[in-house]
């Protein structure tokens, strides 16, 4: 298991800049995959960025070229940089982890942040 703990959501203008943290329970080196995923207002949630086993990183093309997905190995902490926020960014932002205990992969989430972007 692993808890993620998030931080540094909040209300920010269009054009703006936010950076969502995530503090994991236990290294990386036994996760194998760390990642955002976002739920606007009435609709699913979606996945926004990932970074796997390897340091691949995967992002959702609403979000390519202004969200920057990282991680501090020594802190077990992953961030989510985001610029020339829009109103559609507006979302609770979650953390994932998943790990792969045999023979399934499991999910497990942050609390969410919120993350408003006015117009």
């Known amino acids: 298991q692993v808890q993620l703990v998030e931080s540094g959501g909040g209300l920010v203008q269009a054009g703006g800049s936010l950076r969502l943290s995530c503090a994991a329970s236990r290294n990386f080196d036994s996760i194998n995959a760390m990642g955002w995923y976002r739920q606007p207002p009435g609709k699913q949630r979606e996945l926004v960025a990932a970074?796997?086993?390897?340091?691949?990183?995967n992002y959702a093309d609403s979000v390519k070229g202004r969200f920057t997905i990282s991680t501090d190995n020594a802190k077990n902490t992953v961030y989510l940089q985001m610029n020339s926020l829009k109103p559609e960014d507006t979302a609770v932002y979650y953390c994932?982890?998943?790990?792969?205990?045999?023979?399934?992969?499991?999910?497990?989430w942050g609390q969410g942040t919120q993350v408003t972007v006015s117009s």
């Open positions: 970074v796997i086993t390897g340091g691949r990183t």
């Open positions: 994932n982890a998943k790990i792969n205990t045999w023979p399934r992969e499991y999910d497990y």
